[in-house]
């Protein structure tokens, strides 16, 4: 049995690539069925409305997918901001310039917040009788899932998976239509994830012009889906996909049928998500609570002051040596607030300038 796999990192390239390039050896001369099958098996009346749909977003699926929770998502391993002092910066700090310390500049450091990154593959293909509310009803599991987990802090990765099995040739795309480090948007994956069309339009033209494809069976109905093919469980059809090195180490997977048949935190269980054997809720950091204000004791001796978090003694300093008074600089610490013109004339009347 050969096997023809091909992989796409996003939406944009999936659909430049199948648009660019004309019809195989198997269906080269034949009517596609990408272009002439009917709204009512494809809810899109022509390919181009289809590809409008891709690019520009599934506004009605909106409609469809409003059980799902629509929060903006802002986790994962975005850079944080500290700030800190050092020798540049954007401002200066006075405490440290007055006192003559070198890092006396507030400038900022981004520190990277890690977070658990899942990859998952979900397969929303299906037979010719497969009515379009079940792709809805799975797709909008599969975001509430998407969801879920962002809201636990992880990052999700979101592959579509399409695949047509004919007599001597399994043909199979994956497509990321979300990728780890972009919050979820339901507009711009609502399409691929519950729109037949994705399917039964922009999938049969990757088979149509797939360039590795020979099995001249696939004029005859486009071959069958893979659940009616490899093993009678989700979990058959998860250790072939594996085997073949489709769905890679550390993914997790899952189909239209199980997904429409759980809601989000059974689906994750299903996946095995959080069964031990994959990611795991990251660790949260208990922050200290700022302590209250303390009556002075002049008995009492008190700490050094600290300077963006940093204590005088903790940095790396020359250690003190007197200069002579006739090196001494001839402008006190109040000069500093001067503008740099005035300061300027003012040094230059004391100098006889």
Request: charged share 30%; proline share 7%; with cysteine.
């Amino acid at each position: 049995m050969k096997i023809i796999y091909e992989r796409f990192d996003s939406l944009g390239q999936y659909l430049e690539t199948i648009e660019g390039r004309k019809p195989n050896q198997v269906f080269s001369g034949c009517s596609l069925h990408s272009n002439d099958r009917d709204r009512s098996f494809t809810l899109t009346s022509s390919y181009e409305e289809a590809t409008e749909l891709a690019r520009t977003g599934y506004k009605e699926g909106l409609d469809k997918l409003k059980a799902a929770d629509n929060k903006a998502r802002h986790m994962g391993s975005a850079p944080k901001a500290l700030p800190m002092t050092g020798v540049v910066g954007f401002a200066p700090h006075i405490p440290n310039a007055i006192t003559g310390v070198p890092c006396s500049m507030i400038t900022t450091q981004k520190v990277e917040q890690k977070a658990k990154v899942i990859s998952i593959l979900y397969y929303m293909g299906g037979a010719c009788h497969v009515d379009a509310r079940e792709f809805v009803e799975a797709g909008k599991n599969i975001l509430n899932v998407i969801y879920t987990l962002e809201l636990q802090g992880y990052r999700v990765a979101l592959n579509v998976l399409t695949n047509f099995c004919g007599v001597h040739e399994r043909a199979l795309c994956s497509v990321q239509i979300k990728h780890w480090r972009q919050p979820s948007n339901p507009l711009k994956i609502s399409y691929p994830l519950i729109h037949p069309s994705f399917f039964r339009r922009h999938g049969f033209r990757w088979l149509e012009t797939q360039p590795e494809l020979e099995d001249r069976d696939f004029i005859h109905g486009y071959g069958r889906p893979l659940d009616n093919t490899e093993g009678r469980t989700v979990e058959d059809r998860r250790r072939y996909l594996r085997e073949q090195g489709i769905l890679q180490d550390g993914w997790f997977y899952t189909e239209r049928l199980e997904a429409r048949a759980h809601e989000a935190n059974e689906l994750i269980k299903v996946m095995g998500i959080t069964d031990g054997s994959g990611a795991k809720s990251p660790v949260k950091v208990k922050r200290p609570v700022p302590a209250g204000p303390r009556e002075y004791n002049p008995d009492r001796k008190y700490e050094t002051e600290r300077g963006m978090g940093l204590k005088f003694d903790e940095m790396d300093l020359p250690k003190p040596f007197e200069i002579p008074e006739e090196d001494m600089p001839d402008f006190s610490p109040a000069d500093l607030r001067l503008p740099p013109e005035a300061l300027y004339k003012k040094l230059a009347g004391r100098r006889g300038y």
